[in-house]
């Protein structure tokens, strides 16, 4: 069984340049999530989906960044513009359901804003 | 202070060893998840408990509800488990939401 597929797997660009990253979940996975991962910290949740539902979204800075989970399956994380801060691992999770189910992570995306 | 602690952040052990880290929260829970992350960044989930006890192989995990204190201990460490171990709660009444410790890094020497 595939896991959690993202892309890309490294991004370097330069500040005020816009940046997407996809993820798709394990197939029959409704829930979604996306986090940040800082160096040296643990993962924070960006947002959460629900099939196509966005229901977790209070952590997402929703001036710069954009989230769609179109049709339930697979989903889209935008940053636009990008700021120096901004360079960090983005993860992508999927589980069966909610956070009392097991999280299967995606290989994560590295971002380095110059 | 974050609700999630562990402890050590690093940890150097030689082959062989017993190897125990600690996660302590402050908030009540429905779960805990204990994930490792290797270099490169995937993330892999190696228990979720409540309660109890949990053993896979050469991984057991401990929960004391009442302490707010979880365990991960390793035996017969092999230079393969260095990794990021992470800990992870399941806030009870979280609207489902996983707060994540900051991990602890283990190297493990042959």
Request: net charge neutral; with cysteine; aromatic share 8%.
């Amino acid at each position: 069984e595939a896991g959690v597929v993202q892309s890309p797997r490294y991004k370097i660009i330069e500040k005020k340049q816009p940046v997407a990253f996809w993820c798709n979940p394990i197939s029959g996975h409704n829930t979604l999530y996306w986090y940040r991962q800082n160096l040296g910290q643990g993962p924070e949740l960006l947002i959460r989906y629900e099939n196509e539902e966005a229901v977790d979204d209070s952590q997402l800075p929703k001036d710069r960044f954009s989230a769609e989970r179109l049709k339930g399956v697979d989903s889209t994380l935008k940053i636009q513009p990008a700021e120096l801060g901004d360079s960090a691992v983005y993860l992508c999770a999927s589980s069966l359901g909610p956070a009392s189910y097991e999280q299967y992570f995606g290989p994560g995306t590295r971002l380095t804003v110059t | 202070k974050n609700e999630v602690e562990q402890s050590p952040q690093n940890l150097t052990a030689q082959e062989g060893e017993f190897i125990t880290i600690n996660c302590s929260y402050s908030v009540g829970i429905s779960a805990l998840h204990w994930l490792q992350q290797h270099p490169g960044g995937g993330i892999v989930s190696l228990f979720m408990l409540s309660s109890g006890k949990k053993k896979h192989g050469r991984l057991i995990a401990t929960i004391n509800i009442q302490e707010k204190h979880s365990s991960l201990h390793i035996t017969a460490s092999h230079p393969r488990d260095s990794a990021v171990y992470i800990c992870a709660v399941d806030a009870s009444g979280s609207a489902r939401q996983l707060t994540f410790g900051s991990g602890t890094q283990l190297t493990v020497l042959p």
